[in-house]
């Protein structure tokens, strides 16, 4: 699973980021001679931010999925642990659905933070927020008792690797927090967050793997 879902969020962040330099090319050339830029990033009906909004979306979902997958690991195989955030992700999902949604149904001067795509995106930000911090806690939580009864039997620290997924976590928690904080502030600076999201998310899901595969929980 973590192979494929590296190559599947792998996938999606690249093409999210050609969206981004697509759409950057339809609003300062292409769009009425690039002369209404604002205008074209203003119409969130335009096809190109529906997809890309789509593809943020499956990014998101992919790596929230793999968060939940290591804490089912961690938690040696447990239902129980993963009924919350695979809640949790389905809710991610179906907001997210509905955002791409309330994108391509968008009207010119439509208010996006206080119309109904404002509700789906207030949602997705809060329920990808709460899969993290839940996922994270517990697998954290999880290797410390371990790290107890590892260090009285004279084992080695476990330390290493709850700082590589607590570090890791936090990466996408910030980008989150600040993605949510800035929207109910009513901020345009949102929407840099939004640009940045599925790369963040990948990033803090591949840290991870990299850490560990050079080695670096061990030491």
């Keep these: 699973p973590l192979i494929l879902s590296s190559i599947l969020i792998f996938i999606t962040v690249t093409v999210d980021t050609i969206f981004v330099f697509v759409r950057l090319f339809q609003a300062f050339v292409w769009y009425k001679s690039g002369l209404a830029p604002l205008e074209f990033y203003s119409d969130l009906a335009q096809p190109t931010q529906a997809a ?48 791409t949604y309330q994108f391509t149904q968008y009207k010119p001067g439509e208010n996006i933070f206080i119309s109904q795509t404002g509700r789906w995106i207030t949602s997705l930000f809060a ?13 954290a939580g999880k290797i410390m ?33 600040f993605g949510v904080t800035s929207y109910l502030l009513k901020s345009n600076v949102q929407f840099v967050a939004a640009d940045t999201w599925s790369t963040i998310s990948g990033i803090s899901f591949m840290l991870i793997n990299v850490r560990v595969g050079l080695g670096w929980a061990q030491s």
């Design 127 to 139: 329920a990808t927020l709460c899969t993290n911090f839940f996922c994270t806690v517990c697998i």
């Design 52 to 99: 890309k909004t789509f593809i943020m979306i499956a990014a998101i979902v992919i790596a929230d999925a793999m968060i939940i997958y290591r804490l089912w690991i961690v938690w040696s195989h447990s239902i129980a642990i993963i009924l919350f955030p695979i809640l949790t992700l389905f809710g991610a999902a179906a907001c997210g659905i509905g955002v």
């Design 145 to 177: 008792a371990r790290n107890r009864g590892s260090t009285i039997d004279g084992g080695g620290s476990l330390t290493s690797i709850v700082a590589i997924v607590v570090e890791s976590a936090a990466i996408n928690s910030t980008c989150l927090i």
